[in-house]
Structure formats: structure tokens, C-alpha cells
């Protein structure tokens, strides 16, 4: 069965940065299309940045483009979500998901999802 266990998140003032950890078990996450992805109170989860299975290519929502940096790291089997330049509209739980079967998800189409960390950001 795989796990996905989020941390890292706490409330941080605007402007301020943090790094969210995921760490996985079951499972590697050099095998997996990983992705972050948050929701805010009264909000639809959305996608905040996702790297493919082979690791060659990672996307970002336009929201965070420039702001936001997700990361693997096969010998700790846990991706990262640096956040830097935070504003209070990043806001949100935010969840880490993996699916085994497909190379590169941008939806909410993942097999695994964590139960995730809030970061909230004070303006």
C-alpha cells in the first residue's frame, strides 16, 4: 500500500518561504508522476505543480510559475515544494499525490493522495 506523508507546513508572513516534504513509502518516487496540489476554505483543489514519472519534465500553475520549485529525491524517496515569495493567497492545505500508471498528471487524477499540511501565509 502506498503512503504519502506531507510536512513543512506552518503559518509564515508574506513574503517569507518554507519547503514542504512528502514522503513516501510503497512506493518509489522515481517510479511515480508525483503532484502538489491545494485547496483553500470554500475553494476546489487545484493543481499546483506536478514532475513526471521519468523526472524530465515538471510544470507549474501559473499562480506560482517563478515563485514555486518542486523536487524529487529518489534516495530519500520524497519530493519537495520550495515556496518562496509566499503571498497570503497561497493560502491552503496543501496535498502531495502519486500515480503509478501514467507519466505526467496536471488533474486531480491521481491514484495516492496524502492527507496534508497547512500553510497559511499572514498578510
Known sequence: ???LV???GELVQAGGSLRLSCAASGRTVSSSAMG???QAPGKEREFV???SRSGGSTVYADSVK???TMSRD???NT???QMDSLKPEDTAVYYCAADSRRG???TLEYDYWGQGTQVTVSS
Open 36 to 38: 502538489w496540489f491545494r
Open 6 to 8: 506531507e510536512s513543512g
Open 66 to 68: 517563478g515563485r514555486f
Open 79 to 81: 519530493v519537495y515544494l
Open 49 to 51: 505543480a506536478a514532475v
Open 74 to 76: 529518489n534516495a530519500k
Open 1 to 3: 500500500q502506498v503512503q
Open 104 to 106: 505526467l498528471i496536471l
